[in-house]
T-cell receptor, first 110, second 113 residues
């Protein structure tokens, strides 16, 4: 069974600092990996999708890397802003099933 | 383009009562998912549809949960009877095809008293 872990569970940084969010998974035979953002009381917003053949994906201030062999993905958010405060979840797809981590809750202090 | 639509957004019921959630996926998306999310945890898959066929319902508690996706478009998830432990957020998601990027609705927050 695929296990997805996100450490730390919570993170607080001052505005302007770069954010580094980690995700690890136990079974490297994944099809793709997806990063989501979840605001309190809201659904999940897709941020980035990385195919298993890719090493990284970029969108604006966001950059996600994928190392399948080591079972790790990292989401980088450059020059953080208070509006980036949310919970960030990673999820892997293998065998048609999306397995989620518990998320990292980020607070960006103004 | 409209996103995934879910209703109701909130539901409060007493235990042993029935409840139903509705989901309308993004137009053209063949795959529809229902997830359950408990506080502080990631979503867990309940059921996955390919068009109108339930292709993975292994995590659906079939003694009290049921789902349908008539005509392969919108879907309904039902709980009967509800238990206290069913209090959670029920999320619907869709994708163009299996293993593709998934898009989520706002969820239905269920409280069972």
């Amino acid at each position: 069974k695929q296990e997805v872990t996100q450490i730390p569970a919570a993170l607080s940084v001052p505005e302007g600092e770069n954010l580094v969010l980690n995700c690890s998974f136990t079974d490297s035979a994944i099809y793709n990996l997806q990063w989501f953002r979840q605001d309190p009381g809201k659904g999940l917003t897709s941020l980035l999708l990385i195919q298993s053949s890719q090493r990284e994906q970029t969108s604006g201030r966001l950059n996600a890397s994928l190392d399948k062999s080591s079972g790790r993905s990292t989401l980088y958010i450059a020059a953080s802003q208070p509006g980036d405060s949310a919970t960030y979840l990673c999820a892997v797809i293998d065998d048609y099933k999306l397995s989620f981590g518990a998320g990292t809750t980020v607070t960006v202090r103004a | 383009e409209a996103g995934v639509v879910q209703s109701p957004r909130y539901k409060i019921i007493e235990k042993k009562q029935p409840v139903a959630f509705w989901c309308n996926p993004i137009s053209g998306h063949n795959t529809l998912y229902w997830y359950l999310q408990n506080l502080g945890q990631g979503p867990e898959l309940l059921i996955r549809y390919e068009n109108e066929e339930a292709v993975d319902d292994s995590q659906l508690p079939k003694d009290r949960f049921s789902a349908e996706r008539l005509k392969g478009v919108d879907s309904t998830l039902k709980i009967q009877p509800a238990e206290l432990g069913d209090s959670a957020v029920y999320l619907c998601a869709s994708s163009f095809f299996q293993q593709d990027e998934q898009f989520f609705g706002p969820g239905t927050r269920l409280t069972v008293l």
